[in-house]
């Protein structure tokens, strides 16, 4: 069974601050990785995605990828509280044809 | 919204009853997803589908029927629902092309009593 970690949190940081969202996944085979954010009670919404080693930018949220670590991170720069909500990681499994879902971390931003 | 509808929104059904979900797209999307969300369990794929009479099984299938006679709708349907069951019922499209990104639907709450 391919398994997605995350730590349940909830993880909780002042406004302004960074927030670092860790995920490791157990498929090497795993190709794409993504990051959705879920506010209580609404659907999942996709923030990032990233297929390469490295960093990828998109405003305030950094996404990393280790592949040889099998990690992935995200990092919110300048958190607001409108970022407090439960972040999950999920990466391809089978392919590109299906997700698995870490079971996500809940990030509470304090004014 | 990726164009995508479920209906009901909402609904209290009978262990053993017989419930079907639909998802609706509006964009011809080749590939479906229905997942349900529990606490404690996260998101976890259901069913899938392909293309139009294209179907597969996820990782907690038993208990779930699916259908596609047409590109925009994908239904789900519990034969005979249980307590089990209750939870939040989410659709999700992937568009062709290289992104494997995933978008989902709004959700359908089922509780069964």
């Known amino acids: 069974q391919k398994e997605v970690e995350q730590n349940s949190g909830p993880l909780s940081v002042p406004e302004g601050a960074i927030a670092s969202l860790n995920c490791t996944y157990s498929?090497?085979?795993?190709?794409?990785f993504f990051w959705y954010r879920q506010y209580s009670g609404k659907s999942p919404e996709l923030i990032m995605f990233?297929?390469?080693?490295g960093d990828k930018e998109d405003g305030r949220f950094t996404a990393q990828l280790n592949k040889a670590s099998q990690y992935v991170s995200l990092l919110i720069r300048d958190s607001q509280p409108s970022d407090s909500a439960t972040y999950l990681c999920?990466?391809?499994?089978?392919?590109?044809?299906?997700?698995?879902f870490g079971k996500g971390t809940k990030l509470t931003v304090n004014p | 919204d990726a164009g995508i509808t479920q209906s009901p929104r909402h609904k209290v059904t009978e262990t053993g009853t017989p419930v079907t979900l639909r998802c609706h797209q509006t964009e011809n999307h080749r590939y479906m997803y229905w997942y349900r969300q529990d606490p404690g369990h996260g998101l976890r794929l259901i069913h899938y589908?392909?293309?139009?009479?294209?179907?597969d099984k996820g990782e907690v299938s038993d208990g779930y029927s699916v259908s596609r006679s047409k590109t925009e709708d994908f239904l789900l349907t519990l034969e005979s629902a249980t307590s089990s069951q209750t939870s939040v019922y989410f659709c999700a499209i992937k568009p062709g092309g290289r992104a494997d990104t995933q978008y989902f639907g709004p959700g359908t709450r089922l509780t069964v009593l």
């Open positions: 990233i297929y390469s080693n």
């Open positions: 999920a990466v391809t499994s089978g392919g590109s044809e299906k997700l698995v």
């Open positions: 589908s392909y293309g139009v009479k294209d179907t």
């Open positions: 498929d090497r085979g795993s190709q794409s």
